[in-house]
């Protein structure tokens, strides 16, 4: 049997599904529409929809769309970045088709009454400070707005107060009729039942609506220029990141990078900057490398945090280790313990049924593919010494750097 298997709706939207054995099954419906595909004046829209698909359908009242999984014990959630909105549930096996019909009537039929919208855009306020109140969160947002600086990812996803308080039922109907088009839709499920089933129920529920398809393509991203900047936020601690753009998820080098990322300041207590800021010298509780890839674009960072007194040394600690990074090609021995690390990463994270079906439909959703676990493992032992230094030489060798003191 396949890890995934695809089929397609009547109306193309695309379908994944997974037999698993268990007595839940997890759903969703992925939508290629994000903050990236919002217009100037309406930075905000994308997440504020999101939040406002639960406030009521041409069937349903805002507490009923809220209590039809809930009741049944399930439940019903969503969640936006930069290039995507996703709608998920969770049930139990033989509520898969409560689940499906409430997320096609979600997607397909909310109303966005504005008495609804006038109180989720004071949650949405509230959600904007208590960002504005974290330095650890909001910095990385800071840093991608000036990476992407001119571009339309180049802005967070939360918006400004001014700009959601604004928006208004007709502007969110617009945003959904422009970006929420069928042709950018995959339905991903993971449960004990056959593809044959999930697709009839997909088609039963989702392909019965018109198909549509999206009329614009998004911008490219603008040129990258460095730069170095220092806030003053009056934090306790000083905050920071040293980063560059990375490259795209569809390309090659992707997964070198990302090993070479994990292998700078992974999740593990032994990453090389972990070693060096926290261990040997005591400078920082936390310090971490990531790598975020968009469809064409990608953004590497490493965050720290120190007192004020230290931050010049955590920055010049980490400049050194990207720097032998670069120029010395890692050991045999380190670069076997780094794959496992990975691949055991890779693993446990897939160890969620739910995480494994919502990366599962991303994938679907970009690469019109998916790699098995074992193709992924295979991939990853075929990086090589060479291949981490020469994708660490081309994504940080001009660095950007933002600190908050």
Do not use: W
């Not at 100037?40 to 997440?47: P, S, T, V």
């Not at 049930?91 to 109303?111: G, P, Y």
């Not at 949405?124 to 800071?142: C, F, G, L, T, V």
């Amino acid at each position: 049997m396949k890890e995934f298997e695809t089929y397609t709706l009547s109306n193309g939207i695309r379908g994944i599904h997974r037999q698993v054995r268990s007595g839940v099954t997890h759903c969703a419906l992925v939508v290629n529409a994000g903050s990236r595909d919002e217009h100037k004046g309406e930075f905000g829209i994308a997440h504020l929809t999101e939040h406002a698909l639960f406030k009521g359908t041409t069937k349903r009242r805002a507490y009923q769309v809220n209590c039809r999984l809930e009741n049944l014990g399930g439940e019903l959630n969503a969640y936006t970045t930069k290039e995507d909105t996703t709608l998920h549930a969770t049930v139990m096996r033989h509520d898969l088709k409560r689940a499906v019909e409430l997320i096609a009537d979600v997607i397909f039929n909310s109303t966005f009454p504005e008495r609804e919208l006038r109180k989720e855009r004071e949650v949405i306020a509230d959600e904007i400070n208590s960002y504005k109140d974290s330095p650890s969160e909001r910095i990385y947002d800071d840093f991608e707005d000036l990476i992407f600086k001119g571009s339309e990812l180049g802005h967070n996803i939360l918006g400004s107060k001014s700009t959601i308080a604004r928006l208004s039922t007709a502007e969110i109907s617009e945003f959904v009729r422009r970006t929420y088009t069928t042709d950018q839709m995959v339905f991903s499920s993971i449960g004990n039942f056959s593809v044959a089933t999930a697709q009839r129920v997909a088609e039963e529920y989702l392909g019965s609506y018109e198909p549509t398809k999206r009329g614009y393509e998004r911008q490219r991203v603008t040129e990258y220029q460095p730069f170095v900047v220092e806030q003053s936020r009056h934090t306790h601690q000083a905050h920071g990141i040293i980063g560059s753009r990375g490259y795209g998820i569809t390309n090659d080098r992707r997964l070198p990078l990302a090993l070479a990322v994990n292998i700078l300041g992974g999740p593990s207590a032994n990453s090389l900057l972990n070693l060096e800021l926290r261990e040997r010298h005591g400078l920082s509780y936390n310090v971490e490398a990531t790598y975020t890839p968009y469809s064409d674009a990608g953004i590497v960072g490493i965050y720290f945090s120190s007192d004020h007194d230290n931050a010049e040394q955590c920055v010049e600690l980490i400049e050194r280790e990207v720097q032998r990074l670069m120029r010395e090609p890692i050991t045999p021995r380190r670069l076997a313990i780094a794959k496992r690390q990975f691949v055991a990463q890779m693993a446990i994270s897939m160890e969620s049924n739910e995480g494994y079906m919502l990366g599962a439909g991303k994938s679907y959703l970009i690469y019109k593919d998916i790699d098995t676990l074992e193709e992924a493992y295979k991939k990853v032992a075929a990086i090589t010494a060479e291949q981490i230094m020469d994708v660490t030489s081309e994504c940080f060798a001009h660095m950007s750097r933002l600190i908050y003191k």
